[in-house]
Every structure is written in structure tokens, then in C-alpha cells.
T-cell receptor, first 109, second 116 residues
Framework: AQRVTQPEKLLSVFKGAPVELKCNYSYSGSPELFWYVQYSRQRLQLLLRHISRESIKGFTADLNKGETSFHLKKPFAQEEDSAMYYCALSATGFQKLVFGTGTRLLVSP | KAGVTQTPRYLIKTRGQQVTLSCSPISGHRSVSWYQQTPGQGLQFLFEYFSETQRNKGNFPGRFSGRQFSNSRSEMNVSTLELGDSALYLC???????????????FGPGTRLTVL
């Protein structure tokens, strides 16, 4: 079975502080991992995916198959990063996404 | 390009009724997936349609069904509504041309269904 765990419901940091949103997954096959973000009053949208290995809005995420983790990191949080973040997994090539429960990131000035 | 559109945006029904939700994908996208979002269960995959055929299915009862038309527009239907069906129903489209990779999914704004 595929499962995604995001242990923190809420992460509150000050502007300029480092951020790490945790994501662990369970899947015996070859997974594809994603981070989706939902800003206030906006649609759910892709932030980044592990196969791209790129940095989006200063965020990076590395797939660690040994620890089955895909944590999202940013060295210096900005107020505009405040949003709901969802980690998601799919079996390679399939369009079915399994989502974690989400972490609300609150960045205070 | 215009984004994914969903109609209606809000819906109120009573138990036992049925409901049909509509989704228009981004132009050129051939795959449409549906998700249910509730406070208790979070985001859960319902099903995916591609080329008018259901390709993947989540773990939902048969009361939940869908279809896709030749222009890639999709509808989902819920029959014999229950209180627990109250949720935000999200539709997502993707091009389905990635040749072995999972596509980026582009989400619509959702339809908020309330069952009384």
C-alpha cells in the first residue's frame, strides 16, 4: 500500500528562519514524489517534484530512499511562503496521487 | 491557457439524492482525475479518466462514478448521497504525454458539496 505521512499539522517560524517540512512515505515499488502547495484562496498547485531536482521559490527537496523521506527545505523563510503544503506520491507513470494530510506553514514577520 | 474549470462551485443536496459535477480540463489535456477532500480524510483519489476510459480507481463505493467525453471534459456522479459525502471535490487535468512518468496535475477550484 502507498502511504504518505506529514507529521506536523502546523509549522510556525519567523521570517528569515530556516524551514523544513517533513514527509515520509511507504511504498515498495518505485515512487515519484511531489510537493504541492495551496496559497490562501488559490488552487492546489505543484511546487516541485523529485525527478526535476530543481529549486522553486528557494525550496528544495531530496528523495532519500533509505529513509523513505522527501523533506521540503528552505534556508530563509519569507512571509509569502505561508501556505498549506502537501507531500504526494505516485507509482511511476500512474496519475493517481496519494497525499499526506498537509502541513500549514505560517511565517511571521 | 485557461485553467481547469469546475461547475457548479457550490451545491447543497439532501440525503438520498444524486449529484453530477462537471470538470473542463486545460485545453490539450487528455487525462482528468478526481479527488475528494475532507477535514477528516484529507485528499483522496477517486478515479482517473483518459481517452474516455477509467484508468485508475480509488477505494470508494460504487455510488461514485464518472465518465469522460470525447472533448476530454469529465463528469462525476454520486448517487444516494450520504452525509459523509459532504466534501470539496477537486478535479485535476494532465496532458498524459510523459511517456512513463507521472504528469504534473493541474487542479481546479473545486466543487463544495454539502449534504443535509
Amino acid at each position: 500500500a502507498q502511504r504518505v505521512t506529514q507529521p506536523e499539522k502546523l509549522l510556525s517560524v519567523f521570517k528569515g528562519a530556516p524551514v523544513e517540512l517533513k514527509c515520509n512515505y511507504s511504498y515498495s515499488g518505485s515512487p515519484e514524489l511531489f510537493w504541492y502547495v495551496q496559497y490562501s484562496r488559490q488552487r492546489l498547485q505543484l511546487l516541485l517534484r523529485h525527478i526535476s531536482r530543481e529549486s522553486i521559490k528557494g525550496f528544495t527537496a531530496d528523495l532519500n530512499k533509505g529513509e523513505t523521506s522527501f523533506h521540503l527545505k528552505k534556508p530563509f523563510a519569507q512571509e509569502e511562503d505561508s501556505a498549506m503544503y502537501y507531500c504526494a506520491l505516485s507509482a511511476t507513470g500512474f496519475q493517481k496521487l496519494v497525499f499526506g494530510t498537509g502541513t500549514r506553514l505560517l511565517v511571521s514577520p | 491557457k485557461a485553467g481547469v474549470t469546475q461547475t457548479p462551485r457550490y451545491l447543497i443536496k439532501t440525503r438520498g439524492q444524486q449529484v453530477t459535477l462537471s470538470c473542463s480540463p486545460i485545453s490539450g489535456h487528455r487525462s482528468v482525475s478526481w479527488y475528494q477532500q475532507t477535514p477528516g480524510q484529507g485528499l483522496q483519489f477517486l478515479f482517473e479518466y483518459f481517452s474516455e476510459t477509467q484508468r485508475n480507481k480509488g477505494n470508494f463505493p460504487g455510488r461514485f462514478s464518472g465518465r469522460q467525453f470525447s472533448n476530454s471534459r469529465s463528469e462525476m456522479n454520486v448517487s444516494t448521497l450520504e452525509l459523509g459525502d459532504s466534501a470539496l471535490y477537486l478535479c485535476a487535468s494532465s496532458p498524459r504525454t510523459s511517456g512513463g512518468r507521472t504528469d504534473t496535475q493541474y487542479f481546479g477550484p473545486g466543487t463544495r458539496l454539502t449534504v443535509l
